[in-house]
């Protein structure tokens, strides 16, 4: 074997291994019944926009898959974290609505305390006179 036929046998096991790690995030991306699209397969498998187009049994696997989510309700994993976060955020905010009505009510007796002992003392300083 030439150099070039080891070179050409290279590039055929690593377009393999490209192949099957696109396949696998498309199979893994549906068994989750997340929406299968091309911006988050890049972003999972590190492989370019092009190639999701151009690499046939990528392509097909990819139409497949799109073909089975046609109708079906989708998981997007980011509108999860945005809910999470939101949920998150509103249990806090009932929280500190919870302190800051403990604090009203608190400041309420006291100021209502502290009108009783001021008409107890202007009833006293009316008795002096």
Do not use: H, W
């Amino acid at each position: 074997m030439n150099n070039y036929d080891v070179m050409v046998q290279q590039n055929l096991v690593e377009s393999k291994e490209k192949e099957d790690r696109a396949i696998a995030e498309i199979r893994r991306m549906l068994s989750k019944n997340e929406e299968v699209r091309v911006c988050d397969l890049i972003r999972n498998t590190g492989l370019s926009r092009s190639f999701f187009y151009t690499n046939d049994v990528v392509s097909r696997e990819l139409k497949n898959a799109r073909k089975l989510q046609i109708g079906a309700e989708l998981v997007r994993p980011q509108k999860q974290i945005i809910e999470k976060s939101l949920i998150k955020e509103v249990e806090l905010l009932k929280k500190r609505l919870l302190q800051k009505d403990m604090q009203i009510a608190e400041m309420e007796k006291e100021l209502s305390r502290l009108r009783k002992a001021q008409n107890i003392s202007d009833l006293n300083m009316l008795r002096n006179l």
